[in-house]
């Protein structure tokens, strides 16, 4: 088999199996700010936060598409999509600066940089997004200053902290499974 084919495949693989561990984690979500109580944090930004470390920003990216399209056809929307688009520019505008900086240079430091960078990045997307577009469309209302200041952005904020906690406390334990070079090849030699 062509290399350039197994190495696609084993990416596509592993896209696909941090996808179905972040479709699961998205069953467990749960509000943590009275003033915002339909914005709820799950851990599904952590497989995608995970594969943008090992393979790099464009798979965090993919897994987040794949989660999102996943739960779409096994859930449906509650929210006519919105929820949905909501959390893959929320979870994009963390998963691209933090797996992007990481890619730069690979230790721990840089991973911190690059989480605190995208826990800022994804506050910022938080606000522009929900206050022109995202709660517009949920709750056919213009969002005020309170809700953006004491709801989008403390919401946003835990989030990124809870979701880069997370990822610190595991992922030495889970990369070398996932930059294994052939997955595939090495289930069968073992």
Excluded: H, W
């Amino acid at each position: 088999m062509n290399n350039n084919v197994t190495r696609a495949t084993n990416y596509l693989v592993k896209a696909a199996m941090l996808s179905a561990i972040a479709v699961i984690f998205m069953y467990f979500d749960f509000p943590v700010l009275p003033t915002v109580p339909f914005l709820k944090i799950d851990f599904s930004d952590v497989p995608a936060l995970i594969g943008g470390f090992a393979l790099g920003p464009l798979a965090g990216v993919i897994i987040e598409a794949f989660k999102i399209f996943l739960i779409f056809l096994i859930k449906g929307s509650g929210t006519g999509g919105v929820g949905e688009f909501a959390n893959f520019i929320i979870g994009v505008s963390f998963i691209f600066p933090a797996s992007f900086i990481y890619q730069r240079r690979r230790n721990i430091k840089s991973a911190l940089i690059g989480m605190i960078i995208s826990t800022l990045s994804m506050s910022l997307a938080g606000v522009i997004a929900n206050y022109y577009v995202l709660i517009p469309l949920y709750l056919k209302s213009a969002p005020s200053y309170e809700m953006m200041m004491y709801g989008i952005v403390p919401f946003n904020l835990i989030k990124g902290v809870m979701v880069s906690a997370s990822t610190l406390a595991i992922y030495k334990k889970v990369s070398p499974i996932i930059q294994k070079e052939n997955l595939l090849r090495s289930k069968k030699l073992a």
